[in-house]
Each structure stands twice: as structure tokens, then as C-alpha cells.
């Protein structure tokens, strides 16, 4: 872990630095519910809203634009299904599988932040499912990225925040332990 405080201000800033220009799209501080949201006639930027100004929730947001193809960023919320929480287990094992790539991502973020990562089922009103598999899915797609790379934008954050929370500019496997999830 990092000594560095982790502040939302500061990924906003790193964010920013990566893709504002590359991309036109900006991390953004929300309110209650995060959403992505391609520029318009209102907005001339993509804006990528988090909750709260909380840090897991601008790192988890960034995960899910990361893998987000050119397609889908001219889309809001990048067209995906989306079922707030109190889902049903099937609607749960839906949810979870659109997470696995995201939440990997989030993880490999967090490490490289010296930020303690956190896996979200995000259903916690809804009916009780093991989230185990789940769990697995996640780990076994940090083990893809570790061996065959990350994607190019993803890669390009996660080398940003190694350097700013000074955390080792790679992706060990002593990083990632499956019950800290």
C-alpha cells in the first residue's frame, strides 16, 4: 500500500493528463449514481461522473471506459444493461459477467495506487448469491492481463498512478491476493 493519500482530486488530475486531449473525455466528481456520458450539444467533452468524489468509485468508473471499445464511448453508460441493485440471481449472474473485465482492471489500478481494492457484486438488496465464482472470474482475468498485457489505455493509466504513488512499475503476482477480495 501507498502512504500517499489517495484524493479523488489527484486521479481526476492523472485521468485528465492521460486521455482529456488524447480522447476528449474528462473524469468528472458526481453525485449519487456514476454514469458516463458521451459529449453532446450541452457538453463538449466526454464526462466520466463517479460518486461521491470516492476514489474506488473513480477507479472502478475508468475501468469500465478503459475496455469500452470506440463504439460503445459514443454510447451512455456504454450501452450496457444495467439493473440497479436489488437484482435477482439471475439478473445478478448478468451483471457479474459484464464486471469480470472491468473489475480486473480496477484491481491491477488499485494495486498499481497502493490502493486497497475492493470486489463490488453491487447487489446488496437483492437475493443472496455466492459471489464466489464471481470472485474466481475476476482473479483468472488479472492472471490474463498479467500474462498478455493490458490494454493500451489501461496500461498507460496504471503506469501513471505507479509513478505518482510510487508503487513498482509492474505487475507481480505477490500483488494480487485472492482473499484480500
Given at each position: 500500500?501507498?502512504?500517499?493519500?489517495?484524493?479523488?482530486?489527484?486521479?481526476?488530475?492523472?485521468?485528465?493528463?492521460?486521455?482529456?486531449?488524447?480522447?476528449?473525455?474528462?473524469?468528472?466528481?458526481?453525485?449519487?449514481?456514476?454514469?458516463?456520458?458521451?459529449?453532446?450539444?450541452?457538453?463538449?467533452?466526454?464526462a466520466?461522473?463517479?460518486?461521491?468524489?470516492?476514489?474506488?468509485?473513480?477507479?472502478?468508473?475508468?475501468?469500465?471506459?478503459?475496455?469500452a471499445?470506440?463504439e460503445?464511448?459514443?454510447?451512455?453508460?456504454?450501452?450496457?444493461?444495467?439493473?440497479?441493485?436489488?437484482?435477482?440471481?439471475?439478473?445478478?449472474?448478468?451483471?457479474?459477467?459484464?464486471?469480470?473485465?472491468?473489475?480486473?482492471?480496477?484491481?491491477?489500478?488499485?494495486?498499481?495506487?497502493?490502493?486497497?481494492?475492493?470486489?463490488?457484486?453491487?447487489?446488496?438488496?437483492?437475493?443472496?448469491?455466492?459471489?464466489?465464482?464471481f470472485?474466481?472470474?475476476?482473479?483468472?482475468?488479472?492472471?490474463?492481463?498479467?500474462?498478455?498485457?493490458?490494454?493500451?489505455?489501461?496500461?498507460?493509466?496504471?503506469?501513471?498512478?505507479?509513478?505518482?504513488?510510487?508503487?513498482?512499475?509492474?505487475?507481480?503476482?505477490?500483488?494480487?491476493?485472492?482473499?484480500?477480495?
Amino acid at each position: 500500500m501507498s502512504n500517499a493519500p489517495h484524493l479523488y482530486r489527484d486521479l481526476i488530475t492523472l485521468f485528465n493528463e492521460c486521455f482529456a486531449d488524447a480522447y476528449n473525455t474528462r473524469l468528472v466528481k458526481g453525485g449519487d449514481e456514476p454514469i458516463y456520458l458521451p459529449a453532446d450539444e450541452k457538453r463538449d467533452y466526454h464526462a466520466i461522473y463517479f460518486a461521491h468524489g470516492y476514489y474506488s468509485s473513480g477507479l472502478h468508473e475508468i475501468s469500465h471506459w478503459l475496455i469500452a471499445g470506440d463504439e460503445r464511448r459514443k454510447l451512455e453508460d456504454f450501452g450496457y444493461w444495467y439493473v440497479p441493485d436489488g437484482r435477482t440471481a439471475e439478473q445478478q449472474k448478468i451483471f457479474e459477467q459484464v464486471e469480470i473485465k472491468p473489475q480486473a482492471i480496477e484491481w491491477i489500478l488499485s494495486v498499481a495506487a497502493g490502493y486497497h481494492f475492493h470486489i463490488s457484486a453491487d447487489n446488496l438488496n437483492g437475493e443472496a448469491t455466492d459471489a464466489s465464482e464471481f470472485k474466481q472470474a475476476v482473479f483468472a482475468q488479472v492472471r490474463i492481463y498479467r500474462k498478455q498485457g493490458l490494454p493500451e489505455r489501461a496500461e498507460q493509466l496504471r503506469s501513471k498512478l505507479s509513478h505518482f504513488y510510487g508503487t513498482p512499475d509492474y505487475i507481480s503476482s505477490e500483488c494480487f491476493d485472492f482473499s484480500s477480495i
